[in-house]
């Protein structure tokens, strides 16, 4: 009897020991994506993306100008382009038609924005020599910049902010070429920091006779070649500015850089902005 046990177990060890050999090998060979009893499937990696097979064309400002769609009757035509300016990010006129361009030249020229502080941006000016709507005629106004965000062109020259500072200076052109030969602080503010993206914007003159500026908590206004800084009621917005934001029916004077707020009456008109 003990004999015959012996047989029987030795028999079974060894049908088992070549049924898992047999397993091994078929799950040795078994294809990816393919799944094995009592395991999970085996996942197969995901291809790559393929490239783009036609990228996207870089086009000229006449190429680029023949894929507007406009509407009957509407046009479209060409006023200024690279190479003649870089990085424009502001656009504004003065009395005569000319047009001044706030050039960033070195804002984000990689993706960890190096060096954007360096003074090598500009404001430039076109005319139309021909006052035919042209701009046949460029020039650097002011050069050697620090990323140009705020322009007001005057009667005798034209204001400009730089980032990273809260000063404004009238540049002159006394030559009539084009160029300002001349520099005069026109408003002491001393330095900004922060993100340069959070900083003023603006420098509109209004019907009121104020300058109007987005971020600043004040307007200003011109008086005998200098200015007038004025507080305003729920004047910080980011991305616009409150025009004539408090009318004063009381008492309203300056302590210590606020206003002691008696008989206020707001008047929130919004421009290119959001009431807060």
Same mark, same amino acid.
């Given at each position: 009897?003990?004999?015959?046990?012996?047989? %029987?177990?030795?028999?079974?060890?060894? %049908?088992?020991?070549?049924?898992?050999?047999?397993?091994?090998?078929k799950a040795a060979g078994t294809k990816p994506g393919k799944t094995v009893k009592?395991?999970?499937? #085996?996942?197969?990696?995901?291809?790559?993306?393929?490239?783009?097979?036609?990228?996207?064309?870089?086009l000229t400002a006449a190429a680029e100008a023949k894929t507007f769609d406009l509407r009957d009757?509407?046009?479209?035509e060409l006023v200024l382009s690279d190479p003649i300016i870089k990085e424009p990010v502001l656009t504004v006129f003065d009395g005569d038609g000319r047009m001044f361009v706030a050039e960033m030249r070195t804002y984000m020229q990689d993706i960890d924005g190096h060096n954007q502080m360096v003074p090598k941006s500009c404001v430039s000016v076109h005319w139309s020599s021909k006052?035919?709507? %042209?701009?046949?005629?460029?020039?650097?106004?002011?050069?050697?910049?620090?990323?140009?965000?705020?322009?007001?062109p005057l009667a005798d020259g034209v204001l400009i902010n730089?980032?990273?500072?809260?000063?404004?200076?009238?540049?002159?052109? #006394?030559?009539?070429?084009?160029?300002?030969?001349?520099? %005069?602080?026109?408003?002491?503010g001393g330095g900004r920091g922060g993100n340069l993206e959070h900083q003023p914007s603006g420098l509109v003159w209004d019907l009121d006779n104020w300058i109007y500026m987005a971020v600043n908590g004040f307007r200003l206004r011109m008086h005998a070649n200098r200015d007038v800084r004025s507080f305003c009621v729920s004047q910080r917005i980011r991305d616009g500015f409150l025009r004539n934001p408090i009318h004063l029916s009381g008492d309203a004077a300056g302590v210590n850089g606020n206003e002691r707020r008696v008989g206020l009456h707001r008047t929130l008109d919004v421009v290119n902005g959001h009431r807060r």
């Open positions: 009897m003990n004999k015959r046990y012996l047989f %029987v177990l030795l028999l079974l060890l060894a %049908v088992t020991f070549s049924s898992c050999k047999s397993s091994s090998k009592g395991k999970p499937p #085996t996942q197969t990696p995901a291809a790559p993306p393929a490239a783009p097979s036609t990228p996207t064309p870089y009757g509407y046009r479209l006052h035919n709507g %042209v701009y046949d005629q460029h020039a650097i106004y002011a050069d050697n910049l620090v990323l140009p965000r705020m322009i007001l730089e980032t990273g500072t809260e000063e404004i200076y009238l540049y002159q052109d #006394t030559k009539g070429n084009g160029v300002a030969d001349k520099k %005069v602080l026109w408003r002491a």
